[in-house]
């Protein structure tokens, strides 16, 4: 009795939760005499994604997303990849001082210090470029923990081994120590990707023309409610700004999943 | 090779050091200075003056307010985003038909934009038109102005956030879940406990680590998160969906009063220190479940 009661709480939530994706899927395909109106005989058009298409240069701001979630995840990548080795195998003066620093990043967020960082961006002469949207994050505090975690618990008879074959600092971190932090480095990635292409408040306040806008920040000025476009479109130009991570999401749920989760427990 | 070793882990740690110093350690340094000096203008340089910014804060009902309001935001999104997130673990848990379609469904909302979400939920409080009006008129109530209303802005807001990050915190519980020993359940079975005494006594306490871990992530989201402000109320009526971060930006971007931006980042960064030192005080505490 009450598994079966269960099993109706589960639906009913499921149903609720995934309502306001569907509406607006129905929202994007009538046309706008249906919007509100749930009629199964309603006549079907793709004129609201043709058109807002057309009206919002969607294809640029998804371009531009994608070069910064590259360039981002490239630098991350390469810079958390050396300073996390440099913390777990080198012993150092202030080694576990600077440490503590870098970790002061993953509560004092990026989004937190907009004001200051704005301002370095103009003295830079990086205020409307990907490159100023992406700087900051470029040094991930996150990265750093999460490899050097992994690092640690490679067995150091291999570093060794490979020492005594000749093998500089970087040649065995190149040959032994990314190979066998692939897993943590791949869960990294889609934790990035996900979290930088959603990423809105800072691309907002960084960029101002649509060559450098991220999808976000098209999308908001797209469908805010003074441009006074109709609902249909506004659904339509939303569901074309989320399909690209979603359709990655679908296809590769497990792996994303399983790197939150990597992510999250440490 | 001692200084050697020390010459390669300074040179490795270098790069992303210079970075993270540049917009996460000077910036902190830069942001208390410049709470404590006046607005500066291009005639009158900016000057020294003390705690004044922070005393023209605390005069302020609107700083105020909006403090209240990011604080009602944590209260109101945080356990009720945990208790769902713990709710749809446990309901798709055990083997049920569609598992897999519900956890997506459970999931979906977390790998939105907040931006995107909160389009979709625009037009549901929109007044008149909007679904919520609409499944009110149906059963003959008035409809309302839902986020032009003080009194309902911020439950609506929170609505939407829990609906957004509940998912999120739900594959923490789950992963969780998975690595509970089956014994303990069919031994409180034995013990004649109930299906509540079990979570309560047995469960609730074990989970007691993810709950932690979910707990700071969502007071951190409550404060960095404003990004839905954007789209459905730019912090109105009169304040009343205003939050911090927000109201920085505006001070920045809008009214530009820096000294005032820089006071009210200074606020933020305390919050968000205070929010580290209890994680490291309940991290402390985890050691003992493990």
């Given at each position: 009795m009450s598994r079966a009661l269960d099993t109706v709480a589960a639906w009913v939530l499921g149903a609720l939760w995934i309502a306001p994706l569907v509406y607006a899927l129905w929202a994007a395909v009538h046309p706008e005499a249906y919007a509100a109106r749930f009629d199964l005989a309603a006549p079907l058009t793709f004129e609201n994604f043709a058109r807002a298409w057309a009206q919002a240069p969607f294809p640029r701001y998804i371009l531009n997303t994608f070069v910064l979630v590259t360039a981002i995840l490239a630098a991350q990548l390469v810079l958390c990849t050396l300073a996390a080795y440099g913390f777990a195998r080198f012993a150092f003066p202030g080694r576990d001082t600077l440490f503590m620093l870098v970790l002061v990043?993953?509560?004092?967020?990026?989004e937190v210090l907009i004001v200051e960082n704005y301002a370095t961006m103009a003295r830079l002469g990086l205020v409307d470029t990907i490159l100023g949207i992406g700087l900051p994050y470029m040094a991930s505090a996150f990265g750093i923990f999460l490899l050097r975690q992994t690092f640690k618990s490679i067995p150091k008879e291999l570093d060794d081994a490979a020492r005594i074959e000749g093998c500089g600092a970087l040649g065995l971190l190149a040959r032994v120590y990314v190979p066998l932090a692939r897993p943590t480095l791949v869960a990294y990635a889609l934790v990035s990707i996900s979290h930088h292409w959603n990423n809105f408040l800072w691309p907002l306040i960084v960029t101002n023309s649509p060559?450098?806008?991220?999808i976000t920040v098209g999308l908001a000025i797209f469908g805010?409610?003074?441009?006074?476009?109709s609902w249909p479109l506004v659904s339509a130009a939303t569901l074309i700004s989320v399909t690209p991570l979603l359709l990655a999401f679908l296809i590769f749920q497990r792996q994303f999943v399983q790197s939150f989760l990597h992510a999250g427990i440490k | 090779m001692r200084i050697r070793d020390w010459a390669t882990g300074y040179l490795l740690i270098l790069p992303a050091a210079a970075v993270l110093a540049a917009f996460t350690h000077l910036p902190i340094v830069r942001t208390v200075r410049d709470s404590l000096f006046s607005r500066g203008s291009a005639i009158r340089p900016a000057r020294f003056v003390g705690l004044d910014n922070f005393e023209a804060l605390a005069a302020d009902p609107v700083f105020w307010k909006v403090l209240g309001n990011n604080l009602a935001f944590a209260l109101g999104t945080v356990p009720a985003s945990i208790a769902l997130a713990l709710a749809m673990a446990l309901l798709v848990?055990?083997?049920?038909?569609g598992q897999g379609v519900l956890r997506l469904a459970y999931f979906l909302?977390?790998?939105?934009p907040m931006i995107a979400a909160a389009n979709l939920w625009l037009f549901f409080y929109?007044?008149?038109?909007?679904l919520l009006d609409q499944i009110l008129g149906r059963f003959g109530l008035p409809g309302r102005n839902w986020l032009g209303d003080p009194a309902t802005v911020l439950p609506c807001l929170m609505t939407m956030t829990v609906w957004k990050e509940a998912g999120f915190f739900m594959i923490f519980y789950l992963a969780a879940l998975q690595t509970q020993p089956p014994e303990l359940k069919e031994a409180a079975r034995l013990e004649g406990a109930g299906r509540w005494v079990y979570f309560r006594r047995v469960l609730f306490p074990m989970l007691m680590p993810t709950t932690m871990f979910v707990l700071i992530n969502a007071v951190l989201n409550a404060f960095k998160l404003v990004d839905h402000l954007f789209v459905l109320t730019k912090g109105g009526p009169n304040n009343a969906s205003n939050l911090l971060l927000y109201y920085i930006f505006e001070h920045a971007f809008a009214f530009n009063d820096l000294p005032a931006a820089a006071a009210l980042t200074a606020v933020l960064l305390a919050l968000l220190a205070g929010l580290a030192v209890t994680q490291f005080a309940l991290l402390d505490r985890r050691v003992h479940y493990r």
């Open positions: 990043q993953l509560m004092i967020v990026p060559e450098v806008r991220p805010a409610p003074e441009s006074g476009v | 848990d055990r083997k049920l038909k909302p977390t790998m939105l929109t007044p008149d038109i909007g």
